[in-house]
């Protein structure tokens, strides 16, 4: 994962921009005040520093050339300021690129990619997010794998919803009795097995060898993905 050290006083945008890269796989640790910046900066490695230069108690000019002076970081300067001047005197000063608020958090992604270039490090690969194989829709009684409907007798739906909002945790025997209307406590194990193997039959590639609807010896059943 990258690392981003950003000093900015704008707590907003600082939000805003943070949760965009997390979407790169990009850690953004955001520092309002310049001197806590510095300090954090001297004491763990960052891949690259977002520099604001209107800050409170120090300019980001001088936060710049401190910077720079003792650290081998890429930094590009994000700032409001329209003077010309600001941005000859960062880029002289050794900073790698100068990106005039307000902008697109999209081209501070490609300004960051076309740095790391620069520096032979690599951008991380977009974070993949993670689809569920099995969907639980209450209102409308049905249960999807992979987005396609699956046709299940009252009882086998009432079970495998159980099993779809207790995904990942352990159900037990009598979870499953106390939750179903069509199994009263009188009935045995026996019973949930039968039904939960035609579930299987419906849900898994071999039924034999379940790979989402499992059995936990001793304890119950999970559903996992």
């Known amino acids: 994962m990258l690392k981003i050290a950003m000093v900015e006083d704008d707590s907003e945008l600082a939000e805003v921009l943070t949760q965009y890269l997390c979407k790169f796989n990009i850690s953004v640790t955001n520092f309002e005040d ?10 763990e490695e960052f891949d690259l520093i977002i520099l604001d230069l209107t800050l409170p108690g120090m300019d980001g000019l001088e936060v710049c050339k401190e910077l720079v002076t003792k650290y081998d970081i890429p930094i590009i300067i994000s700032s409001a300021r329209s003077d010309i001047t600001d941005k000859v005197i960062a880029l002289e000063l050794g900073a790698d690129d100068y990106l005039p608020k307000p902008y697109d958090p999209r ?7 076309t740095i790391l270039r620069r520096f032979n490090k690599s951008m991380p690969k977009p974070v993949e997010e993670k689809k569920e194989v099995f969907t639980l829709d209450e209102e409308k009684q049905e249960i999807k794998k992979d987005g396609k409907f699956i046709k299940f007798t009252p009882a086998e739906f009432q079970i495998m919803s159980l099993m779809c909002k207790r995904k990942g945790f352990v159900v037990s025997r009598y979870d499953i009795l106390d939750s179903c209307d069509f199994l009263n406590s009188d009935e045995d194990s026996g019973s949930i097995a039968v039904i939960i193997n035609r579930i299987r039959h419906k849900i898994e590639e071999d039924p034999k060898k379940p790979e989402y609807f499992l059995t936990m010896r001793g304890v119950g059943y999970k559903l996992v993905e």
Not at 34 to 43: H, Q, Y
Not at 107 to 113: A, G, S
């Open 34 to 43: 310049p001197f806590i910046a510095l300090s954090a900066i001297a004491l």
């Open 107 to 113: 081209e501070l992604e490609v300004r960051i990619k």
